[in-house]
Each structure stands twice: as structure tokens, then as C-alpha cells.
């Protein structure tokens, strides 16, 4: 767990990306597949959630954050860690506090995904991709987006 020390700290960011028309990026997860979310991580010691949000993207998807529109929402999140989870973080930590932020793309494109971390990716109409998110938090921060930027279930089309 480079950059991290022995364990996990239990705070972490979710990173939306979208694009104007609607469109939201998904990553399948490796170590669960059929598990679909956006880009998530903990921080490293020392790194404030918009540096862990910037390294997580690079990580996860090749993209760089700062050549887009990264957005800090303002909001958190916290959640019991999923069990099969918990291994990763001290003796006794149960509950992790996720800072949301949104990445926006002119339009949607290709990433380069983390091969340990990720098995594919999909560009998905805001509806599908909340409704496919295994998280509920990443699923209500892509209704949080919509109902911001007044898109409906029939704003986006699958492309």
C-alpha cells in the first residue's frame, strides 16, 4: 500500500466523471466483478481529498484532472465499510467518511484503466449509471448531478 502506511486511512474521495450531455463513466472493479463505480480511493497520508482526487483519476483512468473542470461538491458522505473491506483499515475502524467531487469532460473518451484495480469501463446515460452502481452513495451522487443540471431519465442515450 504505497503512500499509505500499514493500513488504510477511512477517508476517501468519489470522483463523478460526466461529460455536458449526460454521460457518466463507470469502472468495474477487479476484485469484484459486476461491482460498477466511479473513481473512489483513500487518501494518503499528508494529501488533502482534491490532491487524493487528482492522484485517484491519473490512477484509475490515465486522465488528467487538472486539464478538465474538477469540482469539489461539498459534501461528504459516511458509510459502514463493506466487510470484505475492512481487512484494509486499523482493528476496529468500521465507518468511512467519502469527500464527493465531479470531473467534467467536454465529451466522453477512452481511459487507460488500472489493470489491478479495474476490469472495464463504460460510458453510461446518468440514469443506467446510477442505477448500476453497487454503491449507494456513488449512485445518489449521480442523482445529486442530474437533478442539479435539470437532466431527466431521457436527457442522455447510450452512445
Not at 483513500?42 to 483512468?61: F, I, K, M, N
Request: hydrophobic content about 40%; proline content about 6%; glycine content about 6%.
Amino acid at each position: 500500500m504505497s503512500g499509505e502506511g500499514a493500513y488504510k486511512q477511512p477517508v476517501s474521495v468519489l470522483v463523478v466523471i460526466h461529460t455536458p450531455d449526460a454521460q457518466v463513466l463507470l469502472l468495474e472493479r477487479a476484485d469484484h466483478p459486476g461491482w460498477w463505480q466511479s473513481v473512489t480511493g483513500s487518501l494518503h497520508t499528508g494529501e488533502t481529498p482534491a490532491q487524493a482526487a487528482v492522484r485517484e483519476v491519473r490512477e484509475e483512468t490515465g486522465l488528467y484532472a487538472t486539464a478538465f473542470e474538477l469540482k469539489d461538491w461539498g459534501y461528504t458522505n459516511t458509510y459502514e465499510i463493506y466487510d470484505c473491506y475492512r481487512h484494509r483499515y486499523a482493528p476496529g475502524t468500521t465507518h468511512n467518511t467519502e469527500h464527493v467531487f465531479g470531473l467534467e469532460l467536454p465529451q466522453s473518451r477512452p481511459v487507460a484503466l488500472a489493470p489491478r484495480e479495474h476490469l472495464a469501463w463504460r460510458w453510461l446515460p446518468w440514469a443506467e449509471a446510477a442505477a448500476l452502481c453497487f454503491s449507494p452513495s456513488n449512485a445518489e451522487a449521480i442523482r445529486r448531478l442530474a437533478h442539479e443540471r435539470g437532466w431527466d431519465a431521457a436527457t442522455a442515450v447510450a452512445k
